[in-house]
């Protein structure tokens, strides 16, 4: 990429999409090119492609994406295939027929089989049954990588695939009704230490083991790949390192500063048991993350005080 190149950054409000122009801006390319909802409907195929068509990015960034945590995957199934089988079509075939070469589709580690082996090799990619809370989401995302897979092999175009792991960070969803864990335990933490509570409640056993990027980390891995010109097959990006629900819970209360007893709901679903992400290929091209999770969980923290006050 050079400094002024055309660069389109898909979901620029979201958690993910915000961290790449931050990380593009802080690398001082000028020319970003982003579109709210209000301008661009992404589930408009023809708005879409007229979009593009005008304005030919050099680059394209899909970080776009209807995104939730356990509760709203598993309740809100068909938006969940359906909005994101159409973001990304509309987005891919959309970049083709504007005849833009070069675009980065992110996926979700849910996309590999929930009893694949640990840590997960991208060669696992169908080898197995999905897990059932967040099918919809995960086989959108297949069908996402599958796509620009096609258009590199019919058309020959440069459209690559990266699967990001649990990403957390600032902008990031803390409704309790549809967040991911990690912004879930933050928000409730937060009211169990405003209310004086003497205990906190968390889904499921503790027990399942779970990777988590920052944002920041991950949005700094992407613009690292684009400048390195990738053309690779799907390529994960994580920290390599686990832990427990509970471990995590423990280490949000510690920076929220909440004291009292950790409370598992054994009623409600653990989800796949473990989630770690094989990132030697990464390793090899010369990224590692940075944040180290307990720092990232402190910054995130701070920004939820930001948005919704103390």
């Known amino acids: 990429m050079n400094k002024s190149s055309k660069i389109f950054v898909a979901g620029h409000r979201g958690m993910v999409g915000s961290a790449i122009v931050r990380s593009l801006q802080a690398k001082d390319y000028t020319n970003v090119l982003t579109a709210s909802r209000e301008q661009l409907d992404l589930l408009d195929q023809s708005a879409v492609g007229k979009f593009l068509k005008t304005e030919t990015p050099d680059y394209i960034f899909i970080a776009a994406a209807k995104v939730g945590g356990i509760h709203a995957n598993n309740t809100y199934r068909a938006d969940f295939i359906y909005q994101n089988l159409a973001i990304e079509a509309n987005l891919i075939h959309g970049a083709h027929e504007a005849g833009i070469q070069k675009l980065m589709f992110l996926g979700s580690s849910c996309i590999y089989p929930r009893d694949c082996p640990k840590p997960i090799k991208e060669s696992y990619l169908l080898t197995g049954p999905l897990e059932p809370t967040n099918e919809m989401y995960a086989i959108a995302k297949i069908a996402g990588i599958k796509l620009c897979d096609a258009y590199n092999h019919q058309y020959g175009r440069q459209y690559v695939s990266v699967m990001p792991t649990n990403l957390y960070g600032l902008n990031d969803n803390y409704d309790l009704n ?3 864990v990690l912004p879930a335990l933050i928000h409730k933490s937060h009211q169990a230490k405003l209310a004086g509570d003497k205990t906190y409640t968390v889904w499921g056993t503790g027990s399942p083991k779970r990777e988590f990027l920052f944002a920041d980390d991950l949005a700094d891995a992407c613009t690292f790949l684009m400048e390195k010109d990738y053309a690779g097959s799907l390529l994960n990006i994580g ?17 929220v500063g909440f004291n009292g007893e950790l409370v598992f709901d054994t009623s409600k679903p653990d989800g796949t ?20 999770l307990r720092e990232g969980i402190a910054v995130s923290y701070r ?5 919704y006050g103390s």
């Open 239 to 255: 920290t390599g390192e686990d832990l427990t629900i509970r471990e995590l819970a423990e280490t949000v209360m510690d920076v």
């Open 273 to 292: 048991p473990r989630k770690l992400l094989d990132v030697s290929a990464l390793h090899a091209l010369g990224w590692k993350a940075k944040t180290p």
């Open 303 to 307: 920004d939820f005080l930001r948005r």
């Open 178 to 180: 549809n967040s991911h």
